[in-house]
């Protein structure tokens, strides 16, 4: 016997209902991202000026990064929408699923420019700088990490040392993966209150780090006299562990949401990509914050 429009219709939307829509979801027209790419665009236009002592710059930076904020608000919101309105399936879980592991590979290319320009200035530029043929241009010039340049063309800096704020540092994060692990357990287990108050416990880490990593520039600069300029030593050191702060900054903001999230109740034991990705992410983050701990502190 042949199942009627009308049963056949209720099916499907009970298949919807369960996030197992019959086909490939594509969303319609939109212009979020024209407008991110905008605020970007503004947010790095900023930061160059910012750098360069442009006065317009901080303003025009500030103005990027809550524009930016502002299109990741509204863009996100309308796919957990239609997450929630049953319009994906396991094929759009896939595709989430690639997409976060190429933005995650981009990422990992991206800390591996600047590791390796600090790979290329200790190992590669230092020596050849020094060597005896370059006597003739730079003769008090010496060939040691960190160097503050020939002639002393850079103020005198301490190095920032591995104790004690970056390895407390390092204690918080590799807690705040721990943390984050068991929260995604009791999450596959259905433990939705026991996620929570692991999950803020992650936030409160990340957090913690911020802090502490605010005071340790507070630190080089007015103690230290490590600054941006101060050669390829400060250039380095302030990118690296800039870029990753800001990292684990908008981590922190990704689990603020995916927290929101587990408490309204949007995830369940065995369909929760969105605690995934962002798990993924700070996993990622943590384990960038290894290799500078490494690389920057110590060697």
């Not at 979801?25 to 605020?39: E, K």
């Not at 800390?111 to 700088?129: D, H, I, K, T």
């Not at 692991?198 to 409160?204: A, G, K, N, Y």
């Not at 380095?236 to 990704?254: D, E, P, Y």
Request: proline share 5%; hydrophobic share 50%.
């Amino acid at each position: 016997m042949s199942s009627s429009p009308t049963n056949a219709s209720a099916a499907v939307s009970d298949k919807m209902q369960m996030g197992d829509a019959p086909y490939y979801f594509v969303p319609g027209p939109s212009f979020w991202p024209v407008l991110g790419g905008t605020a970007m665009l503004a947010t790095m236009i900023g930061a160059a000026g910012w750098v360069n002592g442009q006065p317009w710059a901080p303003y025009l930076n500030l103005f990027g990064i809550v524009c930016m904020l502002a299109v990741l608000y509204r863009w996100f919101g309308d796919a957990i929408g239609e997450s929630e309105g049953g319009k994906y399936n396991k094929r759009i879980d896939g595709s989430f699923r690639w997409s976060m592991s190429w933005f995650i590979f981009s990422e990992v290319m991206f800390f591996g420019a600047f590791f390796g320009a600090l790979f290329f200035a200790r190992v590669m530029a230092l020596p050849e700088l020094s060597a005896l043929d370059a006597r003739v241009l730079w003769p008090d010039f010496a060939g040691h990490w960190p160097n503050i340049g020939p002639a002393g063309t850079i103020d005198s800096f301490t190095p920032m040392g591995p104790w004690p704020i970056p390895t407390i540092n390092t204690a918080l994060l590799l807690t705040s993966g721990v943390t984050l692990t068991i929260a995604h357990h009791a999450l596959r287990h259905g433990e939705r209150t026991k996620t929570a108050i692991w999950l803020f416990l992650t936030i409160l880490l990340g957090a913690t780090f911020l802090g502490f990593q605010i005071f340790e520039y507070g630190h080089a600069y007015s103690e230290l006299n490590l600054k941006l300029t101060s050669g390829i030593y400060g250039s380095t050191f302030f990118m690296l562990t800039g870029f990753h702060g800001f990292h684990v900054t908008m981590g922190a903001l990704m689990l603020s949401v995916v927290l929101f999230r587990v408490i309204r109740g949007d995830f369940k034991p065995d369909s929760h990509f969105g605690f995934e990705g962002a798990a993924w992410y700070w996993h990622f983050v943590d384990v960038v914050w290894l290799g500078l701990y490494v690389v920057v502190y110590w060697l």
